[in-house]
């Protein structure tokens, strides 16, 4: 089945709040959305929203590649079996664009999975069917991060991630009035998004010491990781790579090197699901577990996410929740939500 026509176009969504993390203040989210239709119809879908501080990609570049001659010219008239050959050729056309491949890469997949009538999940073989998904609690002060967690206990969720980066002793209060206010009810993760030093990262272990802190995403810049290496093997365990993490590469050196014990896998950040898949092959043999993660997205990238994710068997973590503060999104969803656990809903593609 051959592909007809190709399309691509940005759409600016609001936020139904604004959130804080160490970097900045977000309040909308600019997706671009890829639309690939095959001979019969059929219409394949992606979605990127590419964070230029991680990746050095704009909205504006992603737009750009996808409406370019380069990729309406390569793919009209191309076989959708031959998908897995047609993201290859990207891969090595827009390298650099990680956002872009990942738009390409998704849309393709699905493409294919509705050609043959099956979930991708199952096309590459399923190990999960439910898991637990964080919701994320930007920085803010302690009494509004006690309401916010009340809200989210109310809508059935169980995992908080928690922002920090910004101040040590705060956030650490933060998470200490966390566990008082709830118990046990929520696990809790922190994501200090490149915010810490090395002495922020002691001061807050130390204070949290008490607490059961599930795991702390990146906590220095990339050209610090080697700081890491101060901090025992128990504590880097539970560290999880997120900006550290763009590729194969940087997955392999960070095995190597044994710098952190989670990896943070985003279709946005590596450039779609057969990138990710190679980090997954990597990490199951350094015996690393894996967390998938997102921007503020699409449910169409969200739900090829938790796809690639049920399809690794070192899947262990999920924070795939960056479509519910979407204050509108695509009209159809590929995942189901439920009492914090998400699930696939099992029609072909995405």
Known sequence: MNISSVKAYAQLIPLKKPYTIARETISEAEI?????????????????????????????????????????????????????????????????????????????????????????????????????????????????????????????????????????????????????????????????????????????????????????EQPFHPKFNNELLKFPKDVRRKLAADESLTGAKAAFEIARNELFGIFNIKLMKCGGLVSAFEIANIARQAEIDLFWGCNDESDLSITAALHAAFACQNTKYLDLDGSFDLLEDYKESGFILRDGYLSIQSKPGF
């Open 32 to 216: 671009i959305f890829f639309e690939i239709t095959l001979s019969n119809g059929i219409c394949g879908r992606g979605a990127a929203n590419p964070d230029p501080e991680v990746i050095g990609e704009t909205a504006t570049q992603t737009l750009e590649n996808l409406s370019s001659d380069e990729v309406s010219d390569y793919l009209k008239g191309k076989h959708i079996r031959e998908f897995l050959s047609h993201i290859a050729y990207f891969r090595n056309v827009f390298a650099r664009f990680p956002a872009t491949l990942a738009a390409l890469d998704i849309a393709l997949h699905d493409a294919f999975g509705k050609w043959i009538e099956l979930p991708i999940v199952d096309f590459y073989g399923r190990h999960h069917s439910k898991m637990l998904t964080s919701v994320t609690i930007g920085i803010k002060d302690v009494a509004e991060t006690i309401q916010e967690a009340k809200e989210y206990k109310e809508q059935g969720f169980k995992v908080l991630k928690v922002k920090t980066g910004l101040n040590p002793e705060l956030d650490a209060e933060r998470v200490i009035r966390l566990n008082e206010t709830f118990g046990d009810y929520f696990t809790i993760r922190v994501d200090a998004n490149e915010g810490y030093s090395a002495g922020d990262l002691e001061i807050f272990l130390k204070q949290t010491a008490s607490t059961t802190l599930e795991l702390i």
